[in-house]
């Protein structure tokens, strides 16, 4: 519908709210005469929504041991769309910012020499260049996020979602066996902590893996009965606390 602007030489119209999306505006002068302009117009698009951008590997609070890929998604809904179609994000360890080749020290997240991109595709991205050799360190890492949509609208913070802190861990749990001792004769299958022993690592013991053969045939008892090795039913879970693990389920008479 035809609205009259207010004006002369320069006009203003008042107009309803926009829902995101493409639109024209036409416009005519007409002079007291009733001579009229030819009618002018101009595409526009109205997208005052932010753009979104997740990271899905690593995962937030995550470990693990090799970093190889970060990767994610972005996407502006019904918007002007991601510009350039570039994800911008920063690689942290312990005080130091990654560049694509090598560490960066005494600098901040705003410095452009740190600032990393990765390519848009069909709403997914990804990035491959990370350290390697004697750069790809243990640790908590951290990764931040953000895109831009063709109006500017920067997408919001969003911790554990556009930011993740994560660790690299390649250093090997260790476990011992403390009961029964080795070479010892038992006559009696005691009550209580039948096996048990300790279990640590830098960054904390998730659980202990326990495997009970037979030595005259090679069998290994599942829970209920002596069978071929066979995971995960030959593995029998123990308890874990404050760094001691310990089997107290029935266990057979050989």
Known sequence: NAKIATG??????????????????????VDNADNASPWRLRHFFMDPTPPTVAIQRPASNSSTTNLTNIRGIAGDGGGTGISSNLVYFTLYQDGDFWTGFDWRSNTSAQDPEVLLTANV????????????????????????????DGATNVSQPNPGVSSVFFTVDRTEPTATITSPANGSSITNLPSGNWFSGT???????????????????????NGSSWAALSTPASIITSSLNAGAWQNTSSLPVP
């Open 199 to 221: 279990a640590a690592d830098n960054l904390g013991v998730a659980y202990v893996n326990l495997f009970i053969r037979r030595e005259f045939d090679g069998l290994y008892w």
């Open 121 to 148: 595709v069909g709403g997914e991205w990804s990035y491959n260049q990370l350290p390697e050799g004697p750069d790809a360190r243990t640790g908590q890492y951290s990764i931040s996020t953000f895109v831009k």
């Open 8 to 29: 002369t030489t320069n006009w203003s119209v008042a107009l309803p709210a926009f829902a995101d999306g493409g639109y024209q505006i036409h416009v005519q002068s």
